[in-house]
């Protein structure tokens, strides 16, 4: 691999041991992925946080670099963790856990992270076309490529580490144009209710299904922010689709349009998605979660004027957010509403990398693709879709 001189002072130490070894991790990498240079990232995003996750061993790897001196060389966010910072005793996290979780919070803090604990780190920096990026979140890594036109692979927590200690990545995968092709057209027979991000999620469920780590293309649909989100985690989560061409949204749609000449349709039949998504609970369910990517102000706010119809909820609602947007809902007094109903905001976690879920629910109703994927396999709980449109019906609908 071609190395700039500054790459190879940094790998002779220049700035220090930590710098080195993790530039020689990506160097390693890069070349078994056929790589010829480095690329300089303006942004890396650490994923691979929540000690329920990672443990002892990844606790002890994130020390042995903080001891050798690791130091963030680019602007770098965290994924969520295992628990709210602050509410952890609420949701009932044993101390020890804590205490474990925190060690690593401090840790990649001192590293130069800055604690943003959310899988939405385009609404923190949002990419700019084109940029390379090295992002260890499937579901932000499929918003980078697909709605920003940002290029990422979807990197292992470690590698998007060394990214943040080095401040570059590799150029091969998704970073290069010739890995960016669409493979598959996707066309959906009938018509499916897009602008709502849970019909969204299992489509992207079912795409992801289908496709096994395809470049999909898809045109002619209409989804807004909260469904593309909803749509790339889903698919993300069920078939690594890493990146989709959406007419109107992928802002690299033209060029994809030009290079996918002939490229083999899959079809997508109305009833595969409305299979997934239940209008109507057939058996209760112990909690409503949603936010599964992050919930942004906009979603909560959408959620507060549904469930604001409600006295009291019959069915808890859990929303998990960023603790940026946390603190914004609660500065206009829509958390203290949420909680005043039944609802509970949590921040810095999710429902699939927390303790506190498998613990206290057998059974989960969610809006997002990707929690319907993940939480059954994570807290071995009954899972169900259900509409986003919907929830204020279903969690305040009267018991028969
Ligand atoms: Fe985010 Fe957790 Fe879902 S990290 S995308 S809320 S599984």
Request: proline share 4%.
């Amino acid at each position: 691999m071609y190395l700039t001189r500054e790459e190879e002072a940094i790998l002779n130490g220049k700035l220090g041991e930590a710098t080195a070894s993790a530039l020689k991790v990506i160097v390693k990498v890069g070349e078994a992925l056929g790589a010829e240079r480095l690329v300089e990232i303006p942004h890396a995003h650490a994923s691979g946080l929540s000690y329920m996750t990672i443990g002892d061993a990844g606790l002890t790897f994130l020390k042995s670099f903080l001891e050798k001196g690791a130091k963030v060389r680019t602007f770098s966010t965290v994924n969520p963790i295992g628990m709210d910072l602050e509410l952890w005793k609420i949701l009932g996290i044993s101390k020890e856990f804590a205490e474990k979780q925190s060690e690593i919070v401090n840790a990649i803090i001192e590293m130069g992270f800055e604690p943003t604990f959310t899988c939405t780190p385009y609404l923190i920096r949002k990419p700019a076309m084109g940029e390379h990026l090295a992002w260890g979140e499937s579901s932000a890594v499929a918003m980078a490529n697909t709605y920003y036109g940002g290029r990422t692979n979807r990197e292992g927590g470690p590698l998007a580490l060394m990214s943040a200690l080095t401040g570059r990545t590799y150029m091969a995968g998704l970073h290069l144009d010739e890995n960016r092709i669409p493979t598959h057209e996707i066309v959906i027979d009938g018509s499916i209710e897009l602008s709502d991000p849970a019909y969204a999620g299992a489509l992207g469920y079912v795409v992801g299904e289908k496709l096994r780590g395809g470049i999909p293309l898809i045109r002619n649909v209409r989804m807004g922010f909260d469904s593309i989100k909803s749509y790339t985690a889903a698919a993300a989560a069920s078939g690594d689709v890493a990146l989709t061409y959406i007419e109107g949204v992928t802002p690299d749609y033209e060029w994809a349009i030009r290079q996918a000449s002939s490229i083999e349709r899959v079809h997508v039949e109305k009833r595969e998605v409305a299979e997934l998504v239940k209008t109507k609970l057939d058996e209760d369910v112990d909690a409503i979660f949603i936010g599964c990517p992050h919930a942004d102000v906009d979603e909560v706010l959408s959620i507060y004027a549904m469930l604001s119809k409600c006295k009291k909820l019959r069915i808890p609602v859990w929303i998990s957010t960023s603790r940026n947007a946390y603190m914004k809902l609660k500065d206009i007094g829509v958390i203290e509403k949420l909680e005043a109903i039944g609802a509970f905001v949590i921040r810095d976690t999710c429902p699939v990398v927390s303790p506190f879920v498998e613990a206290r629910f057998k059974s989960i109703a969610v809006t997002s693709g990707k929690g319907f994927f993940y939480l059954p396999k994570m807290q071995k709980s009954r899972t169900i879709i259900i509409p986003f449109n919907r929830i204020g019906e279903i969690a305040c609908e009267k018991k028969k």
